[in-house]
């Protein structure tokens, strides 16, 4: 396993999206798929206050037990579901009270990553920064970071960080994958190429679609998450996105590859991701994620694909 540099912490580049926790798997499985991913060199696994309703972080932390020490535990915190009306996610009382509902939850005393689940716009970020630095210092948190945050809401935390004397975020988590390029051209690799900010990809496998499980004019499986959805799925799943991720399947076969293989070494080959969180039911997935992720793209490699998904 390879790590890499997110912020202080130190992340294998294959990481462990934990969001199916509580939602899609029970207790049991959970810590099937923990075991297996500590087992594979996995340190790095990511949850939130609002994945199955709090379920996810006390599944993770039941499944560690006394490997606690072992791994780096990120959440989130302040995401719209589970602010109530009037309540501010970057609001230092909110941080506070929500990092102190999480540690009880996960059953420990630090995150080792806590992140803002969504921009605050009404809390200035000098605010929210300097409590965040307040709970480093307290020892109740170890690193920072944020998602969904735009390149200027990222300039902004920089600036934000310097005026209070604290630091800004080193890691953002935004959507990204082969077929989801919004950080290519809205500026924010840009950003953390110039701020020197870790990038963690959400959705890598775009939910499943680019595992190699669903295929164009064939019935999708029933176990599958983009089935289970419904409606909530049209977003990732089409006949186009079909068409491209058959050409993609194509392209890996003739270089001796899976798709899956591709999808995750598209971003372990990108020098701005630090670890990359995909989500997994079971411990056979964990083993071909981990495998999945050491194919060593080119830059002609990643322009060829490029000219794949244009039909080009």
């Known amino acids: 396993m390879e ?4 912020g202080s912490l130190q992340v294998s580049v294959i990481g462990l999206g934990c969001n199916n926790f509580g939602m899609m798997i029970d207790a049991e499985a959970t810590k099937a798929v923990i075991d297996a991913a500590i087992d594979a060199g996995i340190n790095y696994f990511d949850t939130a206050e609002s994945y199955g309703r709090g379920k996810s972080e006390e599944f993770l932390g039941q499944a560690l037990g006394s490997r606690r020490s072992e791994v780096l535990v990120a959440s989130k915190w302040g995401h719209d579901m589970s602010l109530a009306e009037g309540e501010r996610g970057g609001d230092p009382a909110q941080v506070r009270a929500r990092l102190e509902a999480s540690l009880k939850r996960l059953g420990t005393d630090y995150i080792d990553h806590y992140q803002l689940h969504r921009p605050d716009p009404e809390t200035p970020q000098e605010e929210t920064l300097g409590c965040l630095a307040e709970l480093q210092a307290e020892g109740k948190i170890r690193e920072i970071g944020c998602t969904h945050f735009s390149a200027a809401e990222l300039d902004d935390a920089v600036r934000a960080g310097q005026a209070r004397g604290v630091a800004s975020y080193p890691s953002v988590q935004n959507h990204y994958s082969l077929l989801t390029r919004g950080p290519e051209n809205d500026g924010v690799f840009d950003a953390c190429a110039r701020q020197g900010i870790a990038f963690v990809p959400y959705f ?12 164009l004019n064939a019935p999708r499986p029933e176990d599958g998450r983009l089935v289970k959805w419904g409606d909530r799925a049209a977003s990732f799943i089409d006949d186009d996105k079909l068409a491209i991720v058959g050409r993609l399947t194509e392209w890996a076969a003739g270089r001796g590859h899976t798709l899956l293989e591709l999808a995750m070494s598209w971003h372990t080959s990108h020098p701005l991701v630090a670890t990359v969180i995909a989500g997994a039911t079971r411990p056979d997935q964990i083993q071909a994620n981990v495998a999945a992720g050491s194919w060593a793209l080119t830059a002609d490699d990643r322009a060829e694909v490029d000219r794949v998904i244009a039909g080009a």
């Open 3 to 6: 790590y890499r540099s997110l």
């Open 204 to 215: 890598p496998l775009e939910s499943g679609l680019l595992t190699g499980k669903y295929q």
